[in-house]
């Protein structure tokens, strides 16, 4: 086929404006996405995320733009994910979506491995995780900018967290990534990434670095009104003092984070959860324990809410402490729920559970069960390489071995014993340097308050000045306007005569006034004179004009324009015309004659008025204007009575 230049020309200038329009409809589903996840309606954005991934794009056309909002829409639908509290179905959705969308497989490669390396990290797949996150570094980057890095190594770091073997790495990840945040235009999760290298010092044992980095996290929240960033801030502050036994610490930060929990406008359960969960754990290390059960129960609902039950196995260890430490009939109850966290929870958690279970059963002489819990405990603790450790009471636990006489577990749990005074010989010297810090930092908070003060002092001298020239001014303006009164004084006795004069001529006026308007009503009494109008007035529109006919018309029926205008505030001039006619018993044919109109008009006229009036087919418009001249003649004869 021979196309000329202008039809190839029309063709291509088609095809670019279809691109165009499809890319903005694209951003617009990413958008929509975004706004329905911030309004908290999650399944709605979820689609809405899909739909944006899965669209068909052509390989040789993908922009620079297309790339980072798909990257952007791969993080977003994992987060929306995760704020239902649904880490599994994540992993499900993610691959789906790879399977389907063509950008994640030319373009975005490496950002669908790194989201689903951390995602698979929530659902306690560590190793798959890290074997998924290290297959994104080996994936080059389309056009690279400091969010996506920011974002590949902030993952990396909370991937390899907790590996051992890993923990330099996820030292340097973290640091680069916050050199990566200071490039960002914004990047919410610096809060987060702050956090978790605190934690790496904390477990180092650098509490300097730990303590500065989280109430830096924290301040850098609270500036930006990062409610959610300021819990995590907080959960970490609480963690670090309950790790080094400082509960009264722990519990001051504890506080606050429930503080800014009941202000949230936008609640995160899983995070909420945590927050009442710190709470108790504060409460415990101070043996306020009747407290304790509430902040439980707040935890439990929330958990509860979660799919899949999520951080429920925090709130049960918390709880059967409590209970079993408590006794009597919540004895059992506690066991049990001891019991499910040791067969589910993290390592800590079941080797606390195991502890606090043979520290019951040693209590009730319940020893066989005791030895079970206690062997399960020891090769809990040894079960790694580096072996995990939890403070035990050891007086119970050797004082039963001895009077078994089980000399083996007594030399097992003696070496246990004397590895965790060393670490407590740590701790002690930690302790030590946490209260120099705090201390440190009560003391520049004096200083700051002190600095704040004579500020103060100075701001209250200044204004003291300020208003001595105040009265000194006030009292220059009084005199000045004492000055200007006595002469608008004079002025005003002057005025005042001349007002004098005009009200007298107003009140001669009103005297006029009220003679014609006497004149006027004695008029309208007159039954000749308003037989003679009535015989008149339908002549005067075509003779003297409307405006003489009004003036006519209101001396026959002065309130009926006023009684007309209120039933109908939309009424016409020209509609006022006919119905004033009418009320003069004007048939159509004369009403036309008079207007100058054909007669067709004057039922198009009569028309569209009783449509304007609602008026039904057994009502005629006669009717109407009858019914409203009955009532203007009956306010009249009231005024004549």
């Known amino acids: 086929m021979n196309l000329s230049f202008l039809s190839k020309k029309t063709i291509l200038f088609s095809v670019f404006v279809l691109i165009c329009c499809s890319t903005f409809a694209n951003e617009n589903l990413f958008q929509q996405g975004r706004k329905l996840q911030r309004d908290g309606k999650f399944d709605e954005a979820i689609d809405a995320y899909k739909n944006y991934l899965i669209q068909p794009l052509d390989k040789d056309d993908i922009s620079k733009n297309q790339v980072l909002i798909s990257s952007e829409a791969l993080v977003q639908l ?13 992993i499900s959705a993610l691959e789906e979506v790879f399977d389907l969308s063509p950008i994640l497989h030319e373009q975005c490669l490496r950002d669908y491995y790194s989201v689903k390396g951390y995602a698979l990290s929530r659902t306690e ?30 993952y990396a770091a909370a991937v390899f967290y907790s590996n051992p073997d890993y923990q330099k790495d996820v030292v ?89 929990e009941k202000n949230m406008t936008v609640q995160n359960p899983m995070v909420s959860a945590q927050t009442y969960i710190n709470k108790g754990r504060a409460l415990h290390q101070l043996g306020e324990l009747d407290s304790i059960p509430c902040y439980i129960d707040r935890a439990k609902k929330l958990c509860q809410s979660l799919p899949y039950n999520s951080g429920m196995v925090d709130v049960n260890l918390l709880h ?54 206690l062997d399960s405990l020891y090769m809990l603790l040894n079960l790694n390489d580096l072996p995990a450790y ?52 009560t003391e520049k908070t004096i200083q700051e308050l002190k600095i704040t003060k004579l500020k103060q002092a100075n701001h209250r001298l200044w204004c003291l000045v300020c208003v001595v020239i105040s009265l000194i001014l006030v009292s ?80 026959l029926h002065p ?31 004369k009403i036309a004659e008079i207007l100058a109109i054909a007669p067709r008009s004057v039922l198009m006229l009569r028309h569209r008025f009783r449509q304007k009036i609602g008026m039904t087919t057994e009502y005629s418009l006669e009717n109407f204007i009858e019914d409203t001249l009955g009532q203007n003649n009956s306010t009249n004869d009231k005024e004549t009575l």
């Open 125 to 154: 797949r560590m190793k798959e995780a890290e074997e998924t996150m290290i297959k994104a570094f080996t994936i080059p980057l389309h056009y690279a900018t400091p969010e996506r890095y920011f974002r590949d190594y902030a």
């Open 559 to 589: 309130l009926f324009l006023h009684r007309l205008r209120e039933k109908v505030p939309s009424i016409t001039r020209r509609e006022e015309l006919l119905s004033m006619l009418i009320a003069l018993k004007q048939d159509n044919k």
């Open 172 to 260: 340097n990840w973290c640091q680069e990534a916050l050199v990566q945040a200071q490039l960002c235009e914004n990047t919410s999760g610096k809060q987060w990434v702050t956090a978790m290298l605190g934690s790496l010092y904390k477990r180092n044992g650098d509490l300097n670095k730990a303590l500065e980095l989280f109430q830096q996290s924290k301040e850098e929240a609270q500036q930006k009104n990062d409610d959610l960033g300021v819990l995590n801030s907080l959960h970490t502050l609480t963690d670090l003092f309950l790790y080094w036994d400082l509960p009264e610490y722990a519990d001051m930060y504890a506080s606050e984070a429930v503080e800014v």
């Open 390 to 441: 939890i403070h035990l009471e050891y007086k119970p636990i050797l004082n039963h071995y001895l009077k078994t006489k089980n000399l083996e577990k007594v030399g097992k749990y003696v070496q246990l014993m004397l590895q965790e005074q060393q670490i407590f010989k740590a701790k002690k010297l930690n302790y030590n340097l946490v209260e120099d810090i705090v201390n440190l930092q």
């Open 476 to 555: 220059a303006t009084v005199a000045l306007l004492y000055y200007q009164k006595k002469r608008h004084l004079i002025q005003m006795r002057k005025a005042d005569e001349k007002i004098a004069l005009l009200v007298q001529k107003l009140n001669e006026s009103n005297v006029e006034k009220a003679a014609i308007a006497q004149e006027i009503k004695d008029f309208l009494k007159d039954k000749d004179n308003r037989q003679e109008l009535e015989t008149l007035t339908p002549f005067i529109l075509k003779e003297n004009g409307e405006t003489k006919f009004r003036q006519c018309f209101e001396l």
């Open 78 to 90: 994992m987060n929306t994910f995760q704020s239902k509290g649904e880490p599994d179905a994540c």
């Open 320 to 373: 059967g402490i409590f209970l079993t430490e408590k006794g009597a009939d919540s004895l059992n109850l506690g066991i049990q729920e001891l019991q499910d966290v040791a067969r589910q929870g993290t390592v800590a958690n079941r080797a606390k559970a195991y502890h606090q279970l043979a520290q019951t059963y040693l209590k009730h002489e319940t020893d066989n069960s005791a030895e079970m819990m």
